[in-house]
């Protein structure tokens, strides 16, 4: 076989075995990765759990960690209600490309944003009744008349939100979020939308 006719055969193989790798190799690849849906499962029962340490190791270039900025009464009853309102269900299948997947996900969760006048309104009527009382641990004697304490006020917003959370499918928001995975170093991790991460959050936009 002449110089040329190798190099013409040489490219005629490494032509169709392109051809091959682009096509059907990459089938049996995939078959080797873990199924994405074990990833987006593990990540939204974490985050159900409230362990976002767990959480964290599922995800893309992002952290939530969300607990350890928890400080006081209130704020820690806002936090137990949030993740206790946490709900998921994967919607459909879970679509896989190579190395790229999504699904849609339906999430539930305690909406800060239908709550906060209801919790207004709550806490003030509370901290009238407790003035007009001069309930002990919550008010003190200041120029002359009696106020809230910053203590009383956190303990009065805590208690107006037990109050309301009788109810807490009341103030529960469902929406559909396309999660999308991308696979790399063994493992599928989750690229957090910022729709997602708010809704995590409670419907709070951290930007605002």
């Known amino acids: ?21 682009s096509c059907a190799m990459p089938m049996k690849i995939v078959g080797d990765i873990p199924a994405p849906e074990d990833t987006v499962t ?18 893309s270039g ?3 960690s969300m607990k350890k900025n928890v400080e006081g009464v209130f704020a820690q009853k806002l936090y137990d209600y949030l ?20 699904c849609k996900v339906d999430f539930t969760y305690l909406d800060f944003n239908l709550l906060s006048e209801d919790l207004k309104t709550k806490s003030t009527k509370l901290g009238k009744k407790y003035i007009a009382e001069s309930k002990e641990g919550y008010v003190e004697e200041k120029d002359g008349s009696i106020k ?12 107006a939100l037990d109050e309301l959370m009788s109810t807490p499918e009341k103030y529960c928001s469902t929406n559909t979020f396309n999660v999308t995975l991308k696979y790399g170093g063994g493992k599928w991790l989750i690229c957090l939308s910022d729709d997602l991460f708010e809704a995590i959050c409670g419907g709070f936009d951290s930007e605002n």
Request: include cysteine.
């Open 83 to 102: 993740v206790k309102s946490y709900k998921y269900a994967i919607n459909g299948k879970v679509n896989c490309d190579q190395l790229d997947a999504d």
């Open 42 to 59: 593990a990540f939204f029962d974490s985050i159900c759990a409230g362990d976002f340490n767990e959480s964290d190791q599922f995800l």
């Open 148 to 159: 809230l304490t910053d203590v009383g006020a956190e303990k009065i917003a805590a208690e």
């Open 1 to 21: 076989m002449s110089i040329t006719n190798r190099i013409i055969s040489i490219i005629a193989f490494l032509v169709a075995f392109a051809s091959l790798s």
């Open 62 to 64: 992002m952290s939530l």
